[in-house]
C-alpha cells in the first residue's frame, strides 16, 4: 500500500497535506511555495504544463492556458456562459451535457483538467516522500475536498478526476468541515462554530456543534458561483470599461495581463488604503495603463458581491435553529476572506471578531489530511459528521417535486419511496431524480434518470416497486429498486444528467495512459536537455580558464581540443533536436571527449594547491 | 418526507453474517464474534436507541446516545472492513441518523410513536382535508375575515390597515396552536405514566395523540395561508 494524502482542489489554487506522527505537513516545493495554482496549459505539441509554468503561460499562451475550472465541474453549458467572455479558452458543449473545455485542436471534460492537477500534486508529494528517503513514496490514495454547497453532479465530478490522476478517492469532505477538523486539533473544547468559506470560485457557510470529538454539522448553505473570481472580474471590467472596450477585440493576452493587475490590486488593498492598476504596455495597449484605486471605490464596486453571503449565512442560522449571538467562534477560510470588507461584513452579522488564526488558504489541506489519517488509522477520537446541502427528491406527476432526503439530513442518509405502474403489463417504471429546495421539478437540478426494467407483467397499479435512495458518507447519492410482491431486484440504467458515465471514465482513463506516457517522455526529453546543457556550460566554462593556455599544449594536445569543440557543437545540435537517445549519446560523447581534459586540469589544481602550501612552509 | 420505518418485525431473530449465531433484532453487535450486523427489517427508533417508548426525552441523553453509537457505526471506522461489515456500517448510520432526526423533535418523535403502535398519521393530505371540528368555529371566521382583506387589497387599501386586520386574525389561530401545544405535552405525559397500564387505556391515549396532531397539522397550514396573505402585501 502506497500513501495516503489529503488534497484541497481549489478554484485557484491546489494543495496537497498529510499527516506524521508529530502532526499534519502541508508539502511545499524548493521555495517553500504550499500553493499549486490550478492552471493547465496545453502548448502546440502536446506537452501540458501545470502550477506556476502554466500560470505564466497565461500571458504568453491564453488560448491554450485554462484556469477556475472548478467552476465547470459537474455543470452544463448553460450554467456557465455567464462571464465565459472574458475567458481566453473555448468552453463549448451540447445542451444538456457536460461542458468541454476546447485547448488547441484538443477537447477536455473539467474532471480531466482537474485530473491534470492532481496528477502535478501527487507527483509534488511523491517527490517529496522520495527525499524523506521512504521507500514507498508513491501515493495512491486521497481524501479531497470540495465545497460544501457541490451538488451530487458536482461532487462525482471531482470522484472522477481523482480516478483518472490515479488516485483511489477515500472521501470527499467538505471544505469548511475539513478547516473546523483542522482548527480541531489544538482545542478541546465544545461549543458552536461557524465556518465561512470565502475560496475562488465558491462560498460556503457551515454551522457545527462540536462536542467530545464529534463534530457535527448543523446546517449548511452557500453559492457555488462566488468567490474571489468575481472580484477580479469586476475590477477587469473596471479597467476594459475606461479603456472604452467591452473586452471584445483585445487579444485573449492583453485581457489576463488586465486580470493579473486587477487581482495585484485587490491584494494591495487588503492591506494599503490605495493601490495602483497598473498594465504593461503591449502592442494592442501601446500606452499602458495605470489608475489609482482606494479602498473605499474598491469596496464600493464589490460590496454587492460580498453582500450576497449574507443571505445564505441567515438561512444556515436559521435551518441550525440559531441566533447569530449564540455561535461560539466564528473561523474564516479561503483566501478571499483577507479582503476587510469581508472580515467586516462577518463581524457585523455575528457581533465577534473572526478566528483567522491558522492559513485560510492551507486549512482546508490539512484537515483533508486529517481526515485521511482517521480513515486508514481507524482512530475513533474525532468524528465528523456532515449534512447533506440540498434536499433531494424525485418528479412526480404534473412536474412537482415530492422530496425524499431534506436538506441538512445528517450524512450517510437514506429515503424510500415506493412506484407503481399506469398501465396493464407495463414492465418498466422511468424515474426522474433531482437535487434542490423549489417546488417545480423544472426549477430543481436534474441529476439523472432512471429506469426500473424488469417488472414482472400484473395489472396496473398492482406491482409494488421500492425505490430505496442512499447518500454515503460522500453525499454522493446511489439508487437501489426492488419489487416488494416478487422481492425481485430491479436492474435500473443509470443516465447522468450533467455527469461522465463509467463507460466514459474508462475511455478517459485509458487516454489519459497514453497521454501520460506522451507528457512522461516529455518530462524525459526535458530532464536529457538540462543534463546536456550544464555539461556544455562546465565545459565551456573549462576552455575558457586563465591557466587552460598554459596547460593547452603542455599536456592536452591541439587535436584533443579540437575533438572537444567538436562534441560541444554535435551536443548543441543533438539539443536543439527532440530525440533523447541522440542527446543522450552526444553527452556520453562530449563525457568521454573531456575526460583527460578532466583529470589534467584536476592534476594541476591539485599542483597549484601543494605549491601553495610549500612556499608557506619555507 | 423521509420513508415511513417498516413496522415489519422478523418472526425468526436474524444470524451473524459472520459466525452464524442468532442474534436478537435490536443488538446491533454479534455477541458472539462482535462483528457489526445487518440491520434487517427494524421499524423502532426507541429500541435502535436503546430507550422506552415514552415522549418525554432528556435531550442531551438522546444527544449522547447519538454521539455514542455514530462513533460505533460510522463508514469511517470501516474502511478496512469487509463489504458486508461496510455495507452494515452504512445502513446502519443512515438508520441512526434518521431515529435521531425523529426523536429529537417533540412532533416527528409522537408520529414515530403513533407508527410503530399501529395508528400512523399518512400523508399530509389527509389531515389537510377536512377541517376538524374543533376547528370549524375558526376556521370559518378566518377564511370570511381573509376573503375580506383580499377584497381590500384588490380596492388598493393602506398596506397597515391590512397588517393590522391580518394581526388580529391571526391570534385565536396562535391561540389555538398553544392550546393544541399544552395538550400535546399533557397526553404525551399521561402516555409515559401508563408503561404498565391496559391496553384499551393507552389505546385511548393514543388516539387522543393522533386526534391532536392532524388538528395541529391544520393549523400549522391555517398559518402558512396568513403568511403568504402577509407577503402578498410586500
Given at each position: 500500500m502506497g500513501k495516503v494524502v489529503g488534497i484541497d482542489l481549489g478554484t485557484t489554487n491546489s494543495l496537497v497535506s498529510y499527516v506524521t506522527d508529530r502532526g499534519p505537513v502541508v508539502i511545499r516545493d524548493a521555495n517553500g511555495d504550499a500553493l499549486v495554482p490550478s492552471i493547465v496549459s496545453v502548448d502546440a505539441a502536446g506537452t501540458v504544463f501545470v502550477g506556476r509554468e502554466a500560470q505564466r503561460r497565461l500571458l504568453t499562451d491564453s488560448s491554450r492556458t485554462v484556469y477556475s475550472v472548478k467552476r465547470f465541474m459537474g455543470r452544463g453549458i448553460d450554467d456557465v456562459k455567464d462571464g465565459a467572455h472574458l475567458l481566453p479558452f473555448r468552453v463549448g458543449g451540447e445542451p444538456g451535457g457536460v461542458v468541454r473545455i476546447g485547448v488547441g485542436d484538443r477537447e477536455f471534460t473539467p474532471p480531466e483538467i482537474s485530473a491534470f492537477v492532481l496528477r502535478e500534486l501527487k507527483r509534488r508529494a511523491e517527490d517529496h516522500?522520495?527525499?524523506?528517503?521512504?521507500?514507498?513514496?508513491?501515493?495512491?490514495?486521497?481524501?479531497?475536498?470540495?465545497?460544501?454547497?457541490?451538488?451530487?453532479?458536482?461532487?462525482?465530478?471531482?470522484?472522477?478526476?481523482?480516478?483518472?490522476?490515479?488516485?483511489?478517492?477515500?472521501?470527499?469532505?467538505?471544505?469548511?468541515?475539513?478547516?473546523?477538523?483542522?482548527?480541531?486539533?489544538?482545542?478541546?473544547?465544545?461549543?458552536?462554530?461557524?465556518?465561512y468559506d470565502l475560496g475562488g470560485g465558491t462560498f460556503d457557510i457551515s454551522i457545527l456543534k462540536v462536542e467530545d470529538g464529534v463534530f457535527q454539522v448543523l446546517s449548511t448553505n452557500g453559492d457555488t458561483h462566488l468567490g474571489g473570481d468575481d472580484i477580479d472580474r469586476l475590477l477587469?471590467?473596471?479597467?476594459?470599461?475606461?479603456?472604452?472596450?467591452?473586452?471584445?477585440?483585445?487579444?485573449?493576452?492583453?485581457?489576463?495581463?488586465?486580470?493579473?493587475?486587477?487581482?495585484?490590486?485587490?491584494?494591495?488593498?487588503?492591506?494599503?488604503?490605495?493601490?495602483?492598476?497598473?498594465?504593461?504596455?503591449?502592442?494592442?495597449?501601446?500606452?499602458?495603463?495605470?489608475?489609482?484605486?482606494?479602498?473605499?471605490?474598491?469596496?464600493?464596486?464589490?460590496?454587492?458581491?460580498?453582500?450576497?453571503?449574507?443571505?445564505?449565512?441567515?438561512?444556515?442560522?436559521?435551518?441550525?435553529?440559531?441566533?447569530?449571538?449564540?455561535?461560539?467562534?466564528?473561523?474564516?477560510v479561503g483566501g478571499s476572506t483577507r479582503v476587510p470588507l469581508v472580515r467586516g461584513l462577518v463581524e457585523g452579522l455575528f457581533g465577534r471578531t473572526p478566528h483567522s488564526d491558522l492559513n485560510p488558504d492551507e486549512v482546508v489541506a490539512v484537515g483533508a489530511a486529517v481526515q485521511a489519517d482517521i480513515l486508514i488509522s481507524g482512530r475513533r477520537e474525532m468524528l465528523l459528521l456532515d449534512v447533506t446541502p440540498l434536499s433531494l427528491g424525485i418528479e412526480t406527476l404534473g412536474g412537482?417535486?415530492?422530496?425524499?432526503?431534506?436538506?441538512?439530513?445528517?450524512?450517510?442518509?437514506?429515503?424510500?419511496?415506493?412506484?407503481?405502474?399506469?398501465?396493464?403489463?407495463?414492465?418498466?417504471?422511468?424515474?426522474?431524480?433531482?437535487?434542490?429546495?423549489?417546488?417545480?421539478?423544472?426549477?430543481?437540478?436534474?441529476?439523472?434518470?432512471?429506469?426500473?426494467?424488469?417488472?414482472?407483467?400484473?395489472?396496473?397499479?398492482?406491482?409494488?416497486?421500492?425505490?430505496r435512495f442512499q447518500i454515503d458518507a460522500n453525499g454522493i447519492l446511489s439508487v437501489s429498486a426492488k419489487e416488494l410482491r416478487t422481492d425481485i431486484e430491479q436492474a435500473i440504467d443509470v443516465k447522468?444528467?450533467?455527469?461522465?458515465?463509467?463507460?466514459?471514465?474508462?475511455?478517459?482513463?485509458?487516454?489519459?495512459?497514453?497521454?501520460?506516457?506522451?507528457?512522461?517522455?516529455?518530462?524525459?526529453?526535458?530532464?536529457?536537455?538540462?543534463?546536456?546543457?550544464?555539461?556544455?556550460?562546465?565545459?565551456?566554462?573549462?576552455?575558457?580558464?586563465?591557466?587552460?593556455?598554459?596547460?593547452?599544449?603542455?599536456?592536452?594536445?591541439?587535436?584533443?581540443?579540437?575533438?572537444?569543440?567538436?562534441?560541444?557543437?554535435?551536443?548543441?545540435?543533438?539539443?536543439?533536436?527532440?530525440?533523447?537517445?541522440?542527446?543522450?549519446?552526444?553527452?556520453?560523447?562530449?563525457?568521454?571527449?573531456?575526460?583527460?581534459?578532466a583529470e589534467v586540469m584536476m592534476n594541476n589544481s591539485v599542483r597549484e594547491a601543494l605549491a601553495g602550501k610549500s612556499v608557506d612552509d619555507v | 418526507m423521509s420513508a415511513q420505518p417498516l413496522t415489519v418485525r422478523s418472526a425468526t431473530p436474524p444470524e451473524c453474517r459472520s459466525c452464524n449465531t442468532s442474534v436478537p433484532v435490536?443488538?446491533?453487535?454479534?455477541?458472539?464474534?462482535?462483528?457489526?450486523?445487518?440491520?434487517?427489517?427494524?421499524?423502532?427508533?426507541?429500541?435502535?436507541?436503546?430507550?422506552?417508548r415514552a415522549l418525554t426525552i432528556d435531550a442531551q441523553d438522546l444527544d449522547r446516545r447519538f454521539r455514542d453509537l455514530s462513533r460505533k457505526f460510522h463508514p469511517d471506522f470501516y474502511y478496512n472492513a469487509t463489504p458486508a461489515e461496510r455495507l452494515a456500517s452504512l445502513e446502519r448510520s443512515s438508520y441512526l441518523n434518521d431515529a435521531y432526526r425523529a426523536l429529537k423533535q417533540p412532533v416527528s418523535r409522537i408520529e414515530h410513536l403513533l407508527t410503530i403502535e399501529g395508528l400512523p398519521m399518512g400523508k399530509s393530505e389527509e389531515g389537510a382535508a377536512k377541517v376538524p371540528p374543533g376547528l370549524l368555529e375558526e376556521v370559518f371566521a378566518l377564511n370570511e375575515e381573509l376573503d375580506e382583506i383580499r377584497d381590500l387589497r384588490e380596492a388598493g387599501a393602506d398596506a397597515a390597515v391590512l397588517a393590522a386586520r391580518l394581526a388580529t386574525a391571526r391570534k385565536p389561530i396562535e391561540a389555538k396552536r398553544d392550546e393544541h401545544e399544552r395538550a400535546l405535552l399533557e397526553a404525551s405525559e399521561q402516555w409515559d405514566r401508563q408503561a404498565g397500564a391496559p391496553a384499551d387505556a393507552r389505546r385511548a391515549t393514543l388516539e387522543t395523540l393522533r386526534q391532536l396532531l392532524l388538528e395541529r397539522n391544520y393549523i400549522t397550514n391555517l398559518l402558512g395561508t396568513i403568511e403568504r396573505e402577509a407577503a402578498a402585501h410586500g
Open positions: 516522500f522520495r527525499e524523506q528517503g521512504e521507500f514507498d513514496f508513491e501515493v495512491d490514495r486521497a481524501v479531497i475536498t470540495v465545497p460544501a454547497y457541490f451538488n451530487d453532479a458536482q461532487r462525482t465530478a471531482t470522484r472522477d478526476a481523482g480516478r483518472l490522476a490515479g488516485l483511489e478517492v477515500l472521501r470527499i469532505i467538505n471544505e469548511p468541515t475539513a478547516a473546523s477538523l483542522a482548527y480541531g486539533l489544538d482545542r478541546k473544547n465544545r461549543g458552536t462554530i461557524a465556518v477587469t471590467e473596471l479597467v476594459l470599461a475606461e479603456l472604452g472596450t467591452g473586452g471584445h477585440g483585445l487579444p485573449a493576452e492583453t485581457v489576463q495581463a488586465i486580470r493579473k493587475a486587477a487581482i495585484q490590486a485587490k491584494i494591495d488593498l487588503s492591506s494599503a488604503d490605495e493601490a495602483v492598476l497598473a498594465v504593461d504596455r503591449s502592442p494592442a495597449l501601446p500606452d499602458g495603463f495605470t489608475r489609482r484605486i482606494t479602498r473605499d471605490e474598491f469596496e464600493t464596486i464589490i460590496r454587492p458581491l460580498v453582500e450576497r453571503t449574507l443571505a445564505p449565512v441567515r438561512q444556515a442560522l436559521e435551518d441550525a435553529g440559531l441566533e447569530p449571538g449564540e455561535v461560539d467562534e466564528v473561523v474564516l412537482v417535486t415530492s422530496k425524499i432526503i431534506l436538506r441538512n439530513s445528517t450524512i450517510p442518509a437514506s429515503g424510500r419511496e415506493m412506484f407503481t405502474t399506469g398501465v396493464d403489463g407495463q414492465t418498466a417504471v422511468d424515474v426522474h431524480v433531482l437535487q434542490g429546495e423549489r417546488e417545480l421539478a423544472a426549477d430543481c437540478r436534474s441529476l439523472a434518470r432512471f429506469r426500473l426494467r424488469g417488472i414482472p407483467p400484473m395489472p396496473a397499479g398492482l406491482p409494488r416497486i421500492e425505490v447522468p444528467s450533467y455527469g461522465l458515465t463509467d463507460a466514459e471514465v474508462e475511455r478517459m482513463l485509458i487516454d489519459s495512459f497514453e497521454h501520460a506516457e506522451a507528457d512522461f517522455e516529455a518530462r524525459l526529453l526535458i530532464d536529457a536537455r538540462n543534463e546536456a546543457e550544464s555539461i556544455v556550460l562546465a565545459t565551456e566554462k573549462s576552455l575558457r580558464r586563465p591557466d587552460f593556455a598554459q596547460l593547452a599544449g603542455r599536456e592536452v594536445s591541439p587535436s584533443e581540443v579540437a575533438a572537444i569543440e567538436r562534441a560541444v557543437a554535435a551536443l548543441r545540435t543533438a539539443i536543439a533536436g527532440t530525440d533523447r537517445e541522440v542527446i543522450h549519446g552526444a553527452t556520453h560523447a562530449l563525457n568521454d571527449a573531456t575526460r583527460h581534459l | 435490536d443488538e446491533h453487535f454479534c455477541p458472539n464474534c462482535s462483528r457489526i450486523q445487518s440491520l434487517g427489517r427494524h421499524g423502532d427508533y426507541f429500541a435502535f436507541l436503546g430507550l422506552p
